[in-house]
Structures are given as C-alpha cells and as structure tokens.
C-alpha cells in the first residue's frame, strides 16, 4: 500500500507553474487554469482562487469576496462528495492582471522548490472521509468569513493563506501539511471575529 501512494499527485513548483499565465496574455482566465487542472483534484482548485487572494491582486476591492465565494463553492463539492469540481459560468468567466500574477508566480517559484524538499505524502488518513470533511468544512469556513473581512484590511490574507496551505497538502498528498492549514485557518477564525466585532461594536 505503502509503495502506491508514495509518489506525490503534485509538486508545488508544478502547481505554480500552472498558475503561470503565458507570456503573451494581458488577463488570465479562471477557465484556463480550470480546464488544465479540472480533472487533477479539488487540492489544486482550492490552490488556485486562495493564491490569488494572497497575492498583491487581493488588497483589490471585491477580490476577497469573490475568492471566498469560490472557495467556499469548491468545499462545498468535497463535503457532497463530488468527483469532478463545478462552478458557475460567471466565476469561470472572472480573470485577473496576468501582469501582476505572473510577476508574482515567478518571484514565489525558486522557493518552491526547496518547500518541495520537505513535502512528502505522509499522514494517509487524511484521505478517510471523516477528515476529507474536516478539511473541506475549515475550507468552507475561510471561505465564508473572507467575504465580511474583506470590511478590514488585510485581514482576508490570513483564511486565505490557510485554505492555501490546506490546499497545498492535498495536491502534494501531505497531510502533515494540510493540518497544518487546519490550524492556521482556526487562528485566523479568532483574529478574524475579534476585529469583526470590534468593527461592529
């Protein structure tokens, strides 16, 4: 068992090079990346709107909401237990600055490879259907609350970056690291309601 699952689905250095538009392109489709990795897993899906969330193009107004709610679409298939992911036609339509993602994938890239050292598959029950759900509802989770803290600087950076790490995990087949995104995620649950209801009150 052991010898079948000990090449990983995915290298993050791949992952990236993915979400690396072509050099001839002013805007980068969400449709794009969808139909080169559709059938790859939800891990790269998931990978793809929380990297863009924790890029320069998430301080952009709406940015953060939109990438929540397509999170939060993506985990939803998990927990339904879907085999291929869906999204509406108006989110695969959505595209960004392929200037700024590009530049921005390029910079991150040789840092993939030395984090690509360190990510293994390890921790194979992650892959049972009791912690898939877990993983898919923390998604969830960071997905939603990324929509009222795009109200606060910022803040959206952090479920984002957890759903990224989480994300990571499952395309690498670590579920070291995608517990990892766990905790991240249930910090920035705290930070996030705590400046919420300071907002609010």
């Known amino acids: 068992m052991l010898g079948k699952t000990a090449e990983r689905s995915m290298t993050l250095y ?6 690396q538009p072509r050099a001839q392109e002013d805007d980068f489709h969400f449709s794009e990346f969808w139909g080169v990795l559709e059938k790859r897993g939800f891990g ?8 863009i969330a924790c890029t320069p193009i998430g301080a952009i107004p709406g940015v953060p909401s939109i990438t929540g709610v397509t999170i939060l679409l993506i985990s939803l298939q998990i927990l339904l237990g879907q085999r291929h992911p869906w999204l509406p036609e108006k989110v695969m339509d959505l595209k960004c600055d392929a200037d700024q993602l590009r530049s921005f994938v390029k910079r991150v890239k040789p840092h993939a490879i030395r984090i690509d050292k360190f990510l293994v598959p390890r921790c194979f029950f992650m892959r049972r259907p009791v912690f898939r759900s877990m993983i898919a509802l923390n998604c969830m989770a960071c997905g939603l609350v990324m929509v009222p803290l795009e109200l606060i600087p910022f803040m959206g950076f952090i479920p984002a970056f957890a759903v990224l790490i989480m994300a990571v995990g499952m395309a690498t087949d670590d579920g070291a690291v995608a517990l990892v995104g766990v905790s991240i995620s249930l910090l920035g649950f705290v930070l996030g309601f705590e400046q919420l209801r300071a907002v609010i009150g």
């Open 44 to 51: 790269p899906m998931l990978a793809l709107p929380s990297f």
């Open 14 to 19: 791949e992952l990236l090079g993915r979400m």
